[in-house]
């Protein structure tokens, strides 16, 4: 393994939220965890000897190294060729229980979409729910303390999501139908939260129609009360 490869012999792998950089032995020059501005906890790049580094390469002689991305992706493969044959990270990141992806070109930038409604856009939901709860001349600090009362329930949720699959995991006034519910939310939020909880309505309805349950029924009850407060 050469003390400082260049920048140019490493590939670059990450999860959205951090990333790191891997020299073409499979060795981790550069990672900051759990966020791209945070502390590296390897940095052989800065001092071989003092900074560290993790590997994965076979324990036999290596001939020759070859880093590549799929084609069409950002999932990167770093082989080994030895006298024994040929081996791949990515077939190691498998037998390590993870599951490494290979994204077409076209999917890429849908995939990446998806990841940040499901992460970051999470986040703003959570933000706007805190508000929702704290009421619109909340403080900073009862924001926060709404956000700690939501945060079981959102928890929740997710471990439902995760163990019963959508639309199954989806419950509330919408769910079953209550319009009544759905009426005394409208009336009550105003600004930022009222126009969130209303672009979710639809998408709730739909969910409702796939799971079969009693929310189908009352769609255009629904619907209607959002028109009416859509246009006061």
Not at 12 to 18: A, M
Not at 92 to 115: D, F, N, V, Y
Not at 136 to 147: C, K, W
Request: hydrophobic residues 50%.
């Amino acid at each position: 393994m050469e003390r400082y490869p260049n920048i140019a012999d490493h590939g670059l792998i990450g999860d959205l939220q951090t990333a790191a950089l891997v020299t073409d032995t499979g060795t981790i020059d550069w990672f900051c965890t759990p966020r791209f501005d945070s502390p590296s906890v390897f940095a052989p790049l800065l001092d071989a000897d003092k900074r560290g580094h993790f590997q994965i390469a076979p324990s036999t002689p290596v001939l020759r190294e070859q880093q590549i991305y799929f084609p069409g992706s950002a999932c990167l493969i770093t082989r080994f060729i030895t006298d024994h044959g040929v081996a791949e990270a990515v077939e190691l990141a498998r037998a390590l229980g993870m599951t490494p992806l290979r994204i077409s070109a076209q999917r890429k930038p849908l995939l990446h979409a998806g990841a940040a409604l499901a992460s970051n856009a999470l986040v703003g939901l959570l933000a706007v729910a805190a508000e929702a709860a704290a009421g619109p001349m909340a403080t900073a600090d009862e924001r926060n303390a709404a956000l700690r009362d939501l945060l079981p329930l959102a928890e929740g949720t997710l471990r439902n999501v995760a163990a019963v699959g959508i639309p199954q995991a989806l419950t509330g006034a919408v769910e079953r139908g209550d319009v009544g519910t759905v009426q005394i939310h409208l009336e009550a939020l105003s600004g930022l939260p009222a126009e969130v909880y209303a672009a979710f309505l639809p998408v709730l309805l739909r969910l409702a129609a796939e799971k079969g349950s009693e929310g189908a029924l009352h769609a255009e009850e629904i619907l209607q009360l959002l028109a009416e407060v859509s246009t006061r």
